[in-house]
């Protein structure tokens, strides 16, 4: 039982660069989110899913994109990619909302450069 | 807006005393309560919740407060030790997906 499932773990861009952060669960849980991490900061939220083909923003959505095809699954695509996306993204996924405790990633550090 | 706040950035207690860690919200909405515990290279795991209904969840050396009239809560862990070391995250949910997250809590825990 794997959990939640992120790659790559590391990876430098360059400005204008774009690139898709793959995230993979096997808990069968209908909640998938992406969370960024910035130095000294708490995570905040980029987009969520509450299941198979339903998507939502979150509070920071703007330079991002997702899809979710499927339950396991939950991409967050990165289109012309800026400095200030420097920061390290935690996908996670719970069974419920409202509350329920989230399962995350071991993240993914990402320079822009 | 920081609707989430951990105003300690870091906390250093010796092994066997009491840590307290300390987190303040400002949305009257939240519903729910969380603490997470992060180490190096690692994703932050769920440690103890509590829901807004109550005033004190307690899981074995764990113990978390709330104070809803003061928009506070706290973490107790008693005793402390070294493997407490991380950073803790204190985070907060309303009725939706929104969880929002406070900057942390380094805690170390000195043999």
């Known amino acids: 039982n794997a959990g939640v499932t992120q790659t790559p773990k590391f990876r430098i861009l360059k400005i204008g660069q774009s690139m898709t952060l793959q995230c993979a669960q096997d808990?069968?849980?209908?909640?998938m989110y992406w969370y960024r991490q910035d130095p000294g900061m708490g995570l905040k939220l980029i987009y969520y899913?509450?299941?198979?083909?339903?998507?939502d923003k979150g509070e920071v959505p703007n330079g991002y994109n997702v899809s979710r095809s499927t339950t396991e699954d939950f991409p967050l695509r990165l289109e012309l990619a800026a400095p200030s996306q420097t920061s390290v993204y935690f996908c996670?996924?719970?069974?419920?909302?409202?509350?329920?405790?989230?399962?995350f990633g071991s993240g993914t550090q990402l320079s822009v450069l | 807006d920081q609707q989430v706040k951990q105003n300690s950035p870091s906390l250093s207690v010796q092994e066997g005393r009491i840590s307290i860690l300390n987190c303040d919200y400002t949305?009257?909405?939240?519903?729910?309560f969380l603490w997470y515990k992060k180490y190096p290279a690692e994703g932050p795991t769920f440690l103890i919740s509590i829901s807004s209904i109550k005033d004190k969840n307690e899981d074995g050396r764990f113990t978390v407060f709330l104070n809803k009239s003061a928009k506070h809560l706290s973490l107790h862990i008693v005793p402390s030790q070294p493997g407490d070391s991380a950073v803790y995250f204190c985070?907060?949910?309303?009725?939706?997906?929104?969880?929002?997250f406070g900057a942390g809590t380094r805690l170390t825990v000195k043999p």
């Open positions: 899913s509450v299941g198979a083909g339903i998507t």
């Open positions: 996670a996924s719970s069974y419920q909302d409202s509350g329920e405790k989230l399962f």
């Open positions: 985070a907060a949910s309303p009725y939706n997906n929104d969880m929002r």
């Open positions: 808990m069968n849980h209908n909640y």
């Open positions: 949305n009257s909405m939240f519903d729910y």
